[in-house]
């Protein structure tokens, strides 16, 4: 049976798919919790709760709103690789709706792209650049 820490790392987990990111949100302490995160998700209990979880995950309006909140906390958090995990989630869960969704215009697609730097930052926005050949 796992403890209150191990379960929330699984339960975490499910949303980050970053044991460091996992062992943070669970309540280990910044310093530690590539460390936990490494023994936890090599613990067998603890990949078999990631399993029961994953299999119960259903997808509902509950579900996108708890992503969103996890995007929204990690956005004012500086939590840049977790924000971008939850928009990855969201555009997958969103992106299975079938071709009954419409497909963003330009100004919409420019939207997008702006929020995505903005949750990067300026500094890799500017290195991501750099990597860009323009005709």
Do not use: P, W
């Not at 910044?30 to 259903?58: F, H, K, P, W």
């Not at 977790?82 to 928009?87: F, G, M, P, Q, V």
């Amino acid at each position: 049976m796992l403890n209150k820490k191990q379960e929330k790392f699984a339960q975490s987990y499910i949303i980050h798919r970053n044991a460091t990111e996992a062992a943070k949100a669970a309540g280990y302490s910044d310093r530690s919790a590539a460390n936990q995160g490494y023994r936890l998700i090599n613990n067998i209990e603890v990949q078999e709760r990631i399993e029961d979880l994953e299999s119960e995950l259903t997808t509902t309006l509950d579900v996108v709103d708890e992503i969103e909140n996890q995007y929204s906390f990690a956005k004012a958090n500086g939590h840049t690789n977790s924000a971008i995990k939850a928009l990855e989630l969201l555009s997958r869960i969103r992106g299975s709706k079938g071709d009954s969704e419409k497909e963003l215009d330009k100004k919409e697609l420019k939207e997008e792209i702006i929020k995505f730097m903005e949750i990067i930052g300026k500094d890799e926005v500017e290195e991501i650049f750099k990597k860009c050949v323009f005709d």
